[in-house]
């Protein structure tokens, strides 16, 4: 009895084989990077969703999709997965987002999409897509950092 359950221990908790053990290791790290990059930025410019919250982002949706595939789920099961993350990040960047009181006024939207976006790409990383993931960082790198710099402010609508 002893044995058995010592066995089925060992092979529960027992460390994949090196092939897998170092995809999942670079799956991991280019999700922290790329979150942390544009978690980077927002703490940077002071917003609610930093670096951290951006890291775990991308990393939580890397492993929603990379976890199945490891168990030898298809691809095509996968999207299930996925959907769910689009869906539940949603609620996610929704707690963002704040109406202000007495004017049109919107704050968060940026950062809520900017969460979405960094899910996306922790899903692109579980796939092992990286190229995609890294071009669509630097493409929501300058979106968040440079283009605000090239268009005024808008003014505050009126009520």
Same mark, same amino acid.
């Given at each position: 009895?002893?044995? $058995?359950v010592?066995q ?15 995809? /999942? *290791? $670079?799956?991991?790290?280019? *999700? /922290? ?32 999709v @990379? %976890?199945p &595939? ?12 996925? =959907? ?11 707690? $963002? ?6 004017? =049109?006024?919107? =704050? ?11 899910? %996306?790409?922790? @899903? ?6 990286? &190229?995609? %993931?890294? *071009? ?7 979106? /968040? ?5 090239? &268009? ?5 609508? =009126?009520?």
């Amino acid at each position: 009895m002893i044995d $058995a359950v010592g066995q089925t221990l060992a092979e529960e908790f027992a460390l994949p084989e090196p092939a897998t053990a170092t995809l /999942i *290791a $670079a799956r991991l790290l280019s *999700a /922290i990077v790329l979150g942390g990059v544009l978690g980077l930025e927002r703490e940077a410019k002071g917003r609610a969703a930093g670096l951290r919250t951006h890291i775990l982002v991308c990393t939580g949706s890397a492993l929603f999709v @990379m %976890a199945p &595939l490891l168990a030898g789920v298809s691809e095509a099961e996968v999207t299930r997965v996925m =959907q769910g993350v689009v869906s539940g990040i949603g609620f996610l960047g929704a707690g $963002a987002i704040l109406k202000l009181d007495g004017s =049109q006024r919107v =704050q968060g939207l940026t950062t809520a999409a900017g969460i979405w976006a960094t899910a %996306a790409i922790g @899903m692109a990383v579980g796939m092992g897509m990286h &190229l995609l %993931a890294l *071009a669509s960082t630097l493409a929501a790198l300058l979106v /968040i950092s440079v283009l605000p710099l090239l &268009l005024p402010d808008k003014p505050d609508p =009126q009520p």
